[in-house]
């Protein structure tokens, strides 16, 4: 090793799912939405012009953050917004995890979390799931450094109960919670209710699965006035202008938006429940998905064996070769066409016809 290198900091990236270059695939893989953004984004669009690019977007993220804060019912001071809610976790691990004590985060959880508390030099310690999957809230009573964990988990899907998420957050008071909602509009109840009854919790949401955006990066988070400030200190001192411009006017026609919305998640979950009686005709087991995507396992077929022939089918789903789910899959619920043809495919490789 050379001696400069002693100075570098290193670190094991997060991998994402593949995004193939082939148009002609099924892709489940990363759990974006099978339906396009609202089409008023694309009214946006066509009007947009070039020269809204010669300037600095605007530094407090509107109109985005009103709009954010007006579906919610929020005030502005209340979100804070940022390239992704991948970027929103990475600046709250950055301002809420500087403890000496340990973060607490689920075993089988988002494999982004262990990252960013390595990159930061954050102490963490996994909480093992039970033997279904679920979250015990028990598990987060012992003294730590702060608390995340996405809500429904992923890639479990599975959706903790607001009294648990309440429990946990009731039994860490003295740091900061985060519930990370990327999935809370495909059935869940949000941990929103709770944030002006506990001024250390933070809720975050992203417009990459239910809005359809995934390509154009937007996430944010949600709670106390005090806590936002603090998010934005950090922002300010890092890169002043995360969003640019035209994610910003995009993002904002998104959330306008209502009536989409509700009729593309609406659609989503529909497939979601016929996919699961699908899946479970082929002999597949599975938790109660409250997500846009399943976490199958079957009775006899091997996980990876199942991966690499859909993979071969071009079927793009996601495999861990992990701890505890090396003999699962996460499949994303694409349009019910899709869906047709996974299962059809499944249907002829594991001899059910
Ligand atoms: C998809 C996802 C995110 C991040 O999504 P962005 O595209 O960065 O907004 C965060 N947490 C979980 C659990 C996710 O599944």
């Given at each position: 090793?050379?001696?400069?290198e002693?100075?570098?900091r290193?670190?094991?990236?997060?991998?994402?799912?593949e995004?193939?270059?082939?148009?002609?695939?099924?892709?489940l893989?990363?759990?974006?939405?099978?339906?396009?953004?609202?089409?008023?984004?694309?009214?946006?669009l066509?009007?947009?012009?070039?020269?809204?690019m010669r300037?600095y977007?605007?530094?407090?993220?509107?109109?985005?953050?009103?709009?954010?804060?007006?579906?919610?019912?929020?005030?502005?001071?209340q979100?804070?917004?940022?390239?992704?809610s991948?970027?929103?976790?990475?600046?709250?691990?950055?301002t809420?995890?500087n403890?000496?004590?340990?973060?607490?985060?689920?075993?089988?959880?988002y494999?982004f979390?262990?990252v960013?508390?390595?990159?930061?030099r954050i102490?963490?310690?996994?909480?093992?799931?039970?033997?279904?999957?679920?979250?015990?809230?028990e598990?987060?009573?012992q003294?730590?450094?702060g608390v995340?964990?996405?809500?429904?988990?992923?890639?479990?899907?599975?959706?903790?109960?607001?009294?648990?998420?309440?429990?946990?957050?009731?039994?860490?008071?003295?740091?900061i919670?985060?519930?990370?909602?990327?999935?809370?509009d495909?059935?869940?109840?949000?941990?929103?209710e709770l944030?002006e009854?506990?001024?250390n919790l933070?809720?975050?949401?992203t417009?990459?699965k239910?809005?359809?955006?995934?390509?154009m990066?937007?996430?944010?988070?949600?709670?106390n006035?005090?806590?936002?400030?603090?998010?934005?200190?950090?922002?300010?001192?890092?890169?002043?202008?995360?969003m640019?411009?035209?994610?910003?006017?995009?993002g904002?026609?998104a959330?306008?938006?209502?009536?989409?919305?509700?009729e593309?998640?609406?659609?989503?979950?529909v497939?979601?429940?016929?996919?699961?009686?699908?899946?479970?005709?082929?002999?597949?087991?599975?938790?109660d998905?409250?997500?846009?995507f399943?976490?199958v396992?079957?009775r006899?077929?091997?996980?990876?064996?199942?991966?690499?022939?859909?993979?071969?089918?071009?079927?793009?789903?996601r495999y861990?070769?992990?701890p505890?789910?090396?003999?699962h899959?996460?499949?994303?619920i694409g349009t019910?066409?899709?869906?047709?043809?996974?299962?059809?495919?499944?249907?002829?490789?594991?001899?059910?016809?």
């Amino acid at each position: 090793m050379k001696a400069w290198e002693k100075n570098i900091r290193r670190v094991t990236p997060y991998t994402p799912g593949e995004q193939p270059r082939q148009s002609n695939v099924i892709k489940l893989n990363t759990n974006e939405n099978p339906y396009p953004p609202s089409p008023q984004v694309a009214e946006v669009l066509r009007q947009y012009t070039t020269d809204t690019m010669r300037k600095y977007p605007a530094v407090d993220a509107q109109p985005l953050v009103d709009e954010i804060a007006a579906f919610y019912g929020l005030e502005p001071q209340q979100v804070f917004v940022g390239v992704g809610s991948d970027d929103v976790l990475a600046m709250c691990f950055l301002t809420f995890f500087n403890s000496d004590r340990p973060v607490f985060f689920p075993d089988i959880t988002y494999s982004f979390y262990d990252v960013w508390a390595e990159l930061f030099r954050i102490p963490y310690e996994r909480r093992p799931l039970d033997e279904r999957f679920e979250i015990r809230a028990e598990d987060y009573y012992q003294e730590n450094g702060g608390v995340i964990f996405p809500n429904p988990n992923a890639p479990t899907g599975v959706l903790l109960p607001l009294e648990a998420v309440e429990d946990i957050i009731l039994h860490n008071q003295d740091v900061i919670v985060i519930v990370d909602e990327a999935y809370i509009d495909f059935g869940g109840t949000s941990a929103l209710e709770l944030i002006e009854k506990y001024e250390n919790l933070l809720v975050v949401q992203t417009f990459s699965k239910s809005r359809s955006l995934a390509g154009m990066r937007i996430g944010y988070a949600m709670g106390n006035k005090k806590l936002i400030g603090y998010l934005n200190d950090v922002k300010y001192s890092f890169n002043s202008y995360t969003m640019n411009e035209m994610a910003l006017a995009l993002g904002t026609a998104a959330i306008q938006d209502h009536t989409y919305f509700e009729e593309t998640t609406a659609k989503i979950i529909v497939t979601r429940e016929r996919a699961k009686e699908e899946f479970r005709k082929l002999g597949f087991t599975f938790g109660d998905s409250r997500t846009n995507f399943l976490f199958v396992t079957h009775r006899t077929c091997p996980a990876k064996e199942i991966f690499e022939a859909l993979k071969e089918k071009g079927i793009y789903v996601r495999y861990w070769n992990k701890p505890r789910i090396s003999n699962h899959l996460r499949v994303t619920i694409g349009t019910d066409e899709e869906m047709d043809r996974l299962f059809a495919f499944l249907r002829e490789y594991l001899g059910k016809e």
